[in-house]
T-cell receptor, first 117, second 112 residues
Framework: DAGVIQSPRHEVTEMGQEVTLRCKPI?????LFWYRQTMMRGLELLIY????????DSGMPEDRFSAKMPNASFSTLKIQPSEPRDSAVYFC???????????????FGPGTRLTVL | GENVEQHPSTLSVQEGDSAVIKCTYS??????FPWYKQELGKGPQLIID?????GEKKDQRIAVTLNKTAKHFSLHITETQPEDSAVYFC???????????FGQGTILTVHP
């Protein structure tokens, strides 16, 4: 298995530009999670999906952030417009969850390092 | 919502010593307690987990203990090696489609 795939691995952009981060979860997994990691705030959960449906987006910092999961094998996290304080490493993770109270190992992707100048 | 506190934030030990990292949580409904290791430039990776019906679990040099009454759990690494140097995260879950709440992380440094 290829694991969770994220692209791009590195992104450098200028303030005000739109940024789109991409994630392909492990085949067969039905829960997908987007995290942001910074030195100051640690590992923050932004949003998560189950069976392509957003379950909780309360971690999304502002309306500038949006996420979609059009099918079971693809998700995007978009920032528009981007700001320097959005600079961080963004991780996507996936797992299989058979019900609202079931749980299994979350597998993380390698992350996307975003720098907004 | 769930709150997970992790201590210490940094831990420095000599090779061969033991290392202990502790976490407390607030949501009594949590029933899954994984530990993740993050190496530089990589995503976190599960190293051991424990479920609420078990008090202790061991895997070679790594062990986790759980006290549900007190709402705390700990990671124990024995005979530490330089390759154990990394950031370690505790987490809780089991309440919403696999969602995990992570602690703040512990930077472990093992000196040769």
């Amino acid at each position: 298995d290829a694991g969770v795939i994220q692209s791009p691995r590195h992104e450098v952009t200028e303030m005000g530009q739109e940024v789109t981060l991409r994630c392909k979860p492990i085949s067969g997994h039905n829960s997908l999670f987007w995290y942001r990691q910074t030195m100051m705030r640690g590992l923050e959960l932004l949003i998560y999906f189950n069976n392509n449906v957003p379950i909780d987006d309360s971690g999304m910092p502002e309306d500038r952030f949006s996420a979609k999961m059009p099918n079971a094998s693809f998700s995007t996290l978009k920032i528009q417009p981007s700001e320097p304080r959005d600079s961080a490493v963004y991780f996507c993770a996936s797992s299989f969850s058979g019900s609202s109270t079931s749980y299994n190992e979350q597998f993380f992707g390698p992350g996307t390092r975003l720098t907004v100048l | 919502g769930e709150n997970v506190e992790q201590h210490p934030s940094t831990l420095s030990v000599q090779e061969g010593d033991s290392a202990v990292i502790k976490c407390t949580y607030s949501d009594s409904a949590s029933n899954y307690f994984p530990w993740y290791k993050q190496e530089l430039g990589k995503g976190p990776q599960l190293i051991i987990d424990i479920r609420s019906n078990v008090g202790e679990k061991k895997d070679q040099r790594i062990a986790v203990t759980l006290n549900k009454t007190a709402k705390h759990f700990s990671l124990h690494i024995t005979e530490t090696q330089p390759e154990d140097s990394a950031v370690y995260f505790c987490a809780t879950g089991g309440t919403s489609y696999g969602k995990l709440t992570f602690g703040q992380g512990t930077i472990l440094t093992v000196h040769p």
